[in-house]
């Protein structure tokens, strides 16, 4: 029993504030949620990323988070643009807020609302002010542009940092003080502007699948024969390298593999491949027997390893 439980895949339901009713699990995560490369999520990060959409009660499919993955960096999770203000606008206690950019001049600081600034000013910074209804003293917060402009690898800001850093401090701001005045509502949550993330590459629009409102809409589709073919033969036909990368992203078997998918799940096939039998410290003769092999398994043997694979699965 407990074994069949272990085995038995991972999932989560729960209802948005909105009242949508949102299906996750790894394989939908991996298929249609990560923006970057689907086949270098961990398993951890896809968990991670599932608990905060249940008990944010965000949907991921109406880009109300994100899980943006780039090579083996460490995953972000990151809550959408407009999801703080539209929950805090609907909060009972919530009574209002003032946001904007700090200004330097000859004279001090200038506290501005708003994001607006000439040419020739400074933006150092961002401010903002909070007030909930049962609190006498507003939730005031300050930042620094300096902790917050993000930079490419080549040392270029950020496409958004770089073209309207005052309404992106300014948003940085406001959230971390909506974040302060209801930690009920806002734990755990950060917005892109708050994030080591390029912002301006996000996609914004929804991703219509049968999961969305609870609204039936094209099913995903699947890899045909030939595409799982292409998967064992990069993998040099070895079974295992195959299962353990599709089973790591979420599938029982390589005809489950969703064709928008299948580019990652290929690249890390050959890795994966390239790791276990392509060592510098191989013998040649080990590498050439290898390579015999390979060469050895026709189109015939191979179909009797995939139809055995998919028996096993079933």
């Known amino acids: 029993m407990a074994e069949e439980q272990a085995k038995k895949p991972i999932e989560v339901m729960y209802e948005t504030d909105q009242g949508d009713s949102v299906k996750l699990n790894p394989q939908i995560v991996r298929s249609y949620l990560v923006s970057g490369d689907p086949s270098k999520v961990t398993d951890q990060e896809v968990m991670m990323f599932l608990s905060l959409c249940k008990y944010g009660k965000l949907n991921p499919f109406m880009r109300e988070a994100y899980l943006v993955k780039y090579g083996q960096e460490q995953a972000t999770l990151i809550t959408g643009k407009e999801t703080f203000t ?79 850093p005052g309404t992106m401090i300014r948003k940085v701001a406001l959230v971390q003080a909506l974040r302060e005045a209801f930690p009920e509502t806002f734990g755990g949550m950060y917005s892109p502007e708050e994030m080591p993330v390029d912002d301006s590459k996000l996609p914004t629009e929804p991703i219509k699948t049968k999961q969305v409102n609870g609204k039936e809409a094209s099913k995903p589709k699947k890899v045909g024969k030939k595409d799982v073919e292409n998967m064992f033969r990069m993998a040099g036909n070895d079974k295992e390298v195959v299962m353990e990368v599709i089973n790591a992203a979420g599938y029982q078997k390589p005809s489950d593999v969703d064709a928008n998918a299948f580019d990652g799940i290929c690249a890390e096939i050959a890795e994966r491949y390239n790791a276990k039998y392509r060592q510098e410290d191989e013998q040649p003769q080990q590498e050439e027997e290898k390579q015999e092999l390979f060469d050895e398994v026709d189109d015939e043997d191979l179909q009797d390893i995939i139809d055995d694979m998919e028996d096993e699965a079933s």
Request: aromatic share 10%; with cysteine; net charge positive.
């Open 86 to 164: 539209k929950r805090a606008s609907s909060h009972p206690n919530c009574d209002g807020w003032e946001a904007g950019v700090i200004l330097r001049s000859q004279g001090g600081l200038e506290y501005r609302e708003g994001a607006f600034a000439l040419p020739d000013e400074e933006i150092v910074g961002g401010w903002a002010n909070v007030y909930r209804k049962d609190r006498e003293v507003p939730v005031k917060v300050s930042v620094s542009m300096q902790e917050y402009r993000r930079k490419k690898k080549d040392g270029t800001y950020m496409a958004n940092w770089a073209n309207m």
